[in-house]
């Protein structure tokens, strides 16, 4: 093909073929060679027009830019010194057949100095060919707006500017509006760019878009954000994003980031990230607090206002995802993604692999153990397991009184261990030490605006460890409960979190507390606030009629004169089932989801025995499994049905297939799918398939830090892209079966993820394979038979025996106070919106 193109090339390149007079005065070897070039192009042109021929995928039709975008391109185009009337013709066919991008990228090479056809020419040739970024678009334009670009330079930009990515070709583009710079500048910053890790990208942006900055100065500050390290360079582009920032206050911040230890670093973003905060407030809160040593941080701390206290607790809150994520994973040796590293992997391990992984750990902890390398391989592992879990310690100590105090607000993301044997101890020691032992005169300390505290006494409470903090004297404990209720009581989701932990909070206070905390419920009810005064009176309520053992005589006269006030809440139209919908295709289908770490093949193991030992049948899920299911892939796959658990678990997660269980019961087919966690693509394409498919149950098995790759995000995600709507979540009541670890906040988040159309089963503490595995096969089995009218309270009565003891203390059932709480706000809002769609009607037509 190549050498035909040249014979066409050169045939037509003849004088005798040449029509056009300005075409034959070319005589160079460059020339000619131009020739050749624009001559081919004018002929595919011609012959394209001639044929009619415009092969374009339907992918790039739906992207055709529209009149005005053609008409401009166009218009610079025919404005090209020395175009003849053939040319500009044939141009404006092919500018047509451009993308919009091309099209931008094409009407700035046209206004570039030295630009003629051949250029031209060759660069819708290209752009027919070549697709850019819109991004890729803007960097191109910004930079041709330099001084001193000639058409030469711009041509080899364009290659240059698709080598960016998109971090760094904004990056870049922030760097030409830095005053003073000029072209030569600009491209040599690039490799330093290219070569710089995302997060200090993201800072250099920043940095270049401060008003003031000019670029000696900009050269001068690129290295010291070089150096930053972690969180140091995140903080550095929330430091910049400071409202009024000068190149001054930045480049000795920089100076100042680069000392932070990692932790305040963090928290340190999440503080200068707060809306409206002012270069000034950045500089003082870096120099003040975030850059001296812990000690003299926490005296700094006592000596703020308020407001300063509540505003540094927020971004201890919002920054402490991480520090629970390395706090949780120490409980065993982790990779860097979080996975659990196995016992038999660990016995595979080199020395220096072992080494590698005790070198992770804190300097502090490394040096209470032997060296690693003078030990064999089973010592060295044991010294590392115990390195580890003293790691844990370490890490909880290392941190201030403020911050281990806004970690523990968030207890229900924490795993029990780490909250009781961890948080605890820690900072119980750092009251007794600095605040005399005084829960109260801490929380009046720390937390002054109550911010906090009733998060952090309900995690207390819901860990078991409420008595530990609580003072005995009962002034106290009433300040400390008037704390509680001005922080619980101030919202919705507040409301939500409180009566959850509730119940573990009743059992703990003493009988002349108890009678005052619900007071100050019963006054908190008369509230303005319509919802929240409704949903505080069904808490009340619903512990009269069903935990009246929890509450002393003058308590329950309180809370009866409180609903002859307000009148009774019908319970029972919340513990409602979608039963009849789930039993009308006579089959009912789950989908548990596993991660290919230790903790999800063992409750991958568990639940596959049980179901097993129940008579369930043992068959490759089609319907799940991702590859197309061939003939020779589905021997393959059946061929791994008689490998052992292990083994299959292990092929599911490699070659992408699932299984299921399957038992009919009273004419009812029962099908419990098993998946195993791949990829991203991988999960989102089985939660599309599971929202289509009609299938109730969606459980999530293994530790609480893979929901959001489990669940969260790619549905989110899902959503997001339009490839499952609204209307698809909310055309079946589903159940959620959240098996591990949790909280309310947890619970909250996937109701509205799944539109509101789902009850859960979740846990707000430990999740248990004892509960988990029996609870998911009962239930199908309870529904398959009994009738469909019966309730979650009949569904609660016949699995009753799953929860027997304190076992199951920590679980949130279907038709639980808190999922009838989050019914009753779902149906509070759909009026609201009902009425507001009505009443805007009824304006319009009047």
Known sequence: MANSKAAIGTTLCRPSDITDPSLDTMHTPLSFCRTIRRTVFLFQLTFTLILGIVVVSAQVASSQPGA???????GLYQKIPGLTSQQKALGATAIARLNYNGQRILRKICTVPGVDFDHASLMIERLQHERFTFEQVLTFEALTELAGMNIEQATASLTTVKQLSFDTGRAFRALLGVQGITLHQAMALIPTL????????????????????????????????????????????????????????????????????????????????????????????????????AHIQEAQYESFSPQKKSA???????????????????????????????????GRWSMQQLENKYQELQPAVRARFDNLSQTN???????????????????????????????????????????RDIMVPVLLTRI?????????????????????????????????????????????????????????????????????TFTHLLKVLSPEARTYLITLMSQQSESETATNAKLINVILQYYLQTSPELLGREDRILISRMIVRHGAVDMERYQTTPFAQWKEDGRLGSVSMYHPDDD????????????????????????????????????????????????LFQAMQNKHFAI????????????????????????????????????????????????SEQITEPLGKLIESGRIKTDELQNKQRFL???????????????????????????????????????????????????????????????????????????????????????????????????KKKNFFQRISG
């Not at 929380?443 to 605006?449: C, G, K, S, V």
């Open 312 to 346: 540094l607790l927020q971004a201890l809150y919002e920054g402490g995802k991480e520090i629970l994520w390395k706090i949780n994973n120490l409980h065993a040796i982790t990779n860097q993604n979080g996975y659990e590293i196995s016992e038999a992997s660990l």
């Open 377 to 419: 391989r089973a010592t060295a592992i044991g010294q590392l397991k115990r390195a580890t879990a003293a790691a844990r310690v370490q890490t909880a100590r290392d941190l201030t009184v403020a911050n281990s105090y806004a970690i523990m607000a968030q207890g229900s993301e924490l795993y029990d261990s780490s909250f």
């Open 194 to 293: 290219n070569s710089m890790p995302s997060d200090h990208v993201r800072a250099a942006r920043a940095l270049f878009q401060i008003g003031d900055l000019r670029i000696n100065q900009a050269l001068n500050a690129l290295p010291l954000i070089v150096r930053l390290q972690g969180h140091q360079a995140k903080a550095a582009e929330a430091f910049a994003g400071s409202s009024n920032m000068t190149t001054e206050i930045m480049v000795d911040g920089l100076n100042l980031l680069a000392r932070l230890y990692q932790n305040d670093a963090r928290n340190a973003r999440f503080l200068f990230s707060r809306k409206g905060i002012t270069a000034q407030e950045s500089w003082d809160w870096l120099v003040a607090y975030f850059a001296l040593p």
């Open 600 to 647: 999800g093949r063992q409750s991958f193991a568990s639940n596959a025995r049980m179901l097993l030992a129940s008579g369930y049948k043992l068959n490759i899920s089609e319907q799940y499994s991702i590859p197309a299911m061939t003939g020779r892939f589905r021997a393959e796959t059946r061929g791994y049905l008689k490998a052992g658990l292990p083994s």
């Open 737 to 835: 079966s959240l098996g591990s670890c949790g909280g309310v906040k947890v619970y909250t988040n996937l109701t509205r993820l799944f539109a509101s159309s789902v009850d859960l089963l979740a846990t707000i503490g430990t999740g248990l394979a004892m509960i988990n595995d029996p609870y998911n096969k009962m239930l199908f089995e309870i529904v398959a038979k009994n009738e469909t009218t019966i309730s979650w309270k009949d569904v609660a009565r016949q699995s009753a025996s799953i929860f027997q003891g304190d076992r199951g203390q920590d679980y949130l059932l279907p038709g639980s106070l808190t999922a009838m709480l989050h019914k009753m706000l779902d149906e509070q809002q759909n009026n609201a919106a009902k009425t």
């Open 660 to 707: 299921a269980f399957t038992k009919d019961i009273n004419g009812i087919r029962i099908n419990h799918t098993q998946f195993v966690y791949s990829t991203q693509d991988n999960q989102m394409e089985m939660l599309r398939r599971f929202i289509l498919s009609g299938d109730e149950m969606l459980a999530q098995r293994g530790h609480s830090y893979w929901r």
């Open 68 to 74: 005005v975008s053609v008409q401009q391109t166009v």
């Open 432 to 500: 007794q030490g600095r605040y005399q032992g005084d829960l109260l005169n801490f929380l009046q300390i720390i937390d002054p605006e109550n911010l906090l505290v009733a998060d952090f006494i309900a995690s207390c409470a819901q860990k078991g460890k409420l008595t530990e903090f609580f003072p005995e004297e009962l002034y106290k404990q009433k300040e400390i409960l008037s704390l509680i209720t001005d922080s619980a009581l101030k919202s919705e989701d507040s409301i939500l979190l409180f009566s959850a």
